[in-house]
């Protein structure tokens, strides 16, 4: 996994939630907390924990299924 890259998404991770506030669901803001947290422990690991890796992928795959919209916002925001 490009560590650069997986900095670059938890910037656009912090800065969507921070953006949304009060205009998601429990469930839409649980799922980014979760990704966030995973990506932040997989930086602490050194990018060595391979079950973290998966973990990280899986919540990221999660959070661009049920927010469309973000994922649009990504790629807007990544340019």
Known sequence: MNEELLKKMLNVLLDVKASMRDA???????QLDEAIKL???YI????????MKHAVLSA?????????SILALIQILSR
Request: charged share 20%; net charge negative; hydrophobic share 30%.
């Open 60 to 68: 990221l795959g999660k959070v661009l299924e049920n927010f469309p």
């Open 44 to 51: 602490e690991t050194g990018y060595q924990d391979t079950g």
């Open 39 to 41: 990506i932040l422990g």
């Open 24 to 30: 998601a669901d429990t469930s839409a803001t649980e």
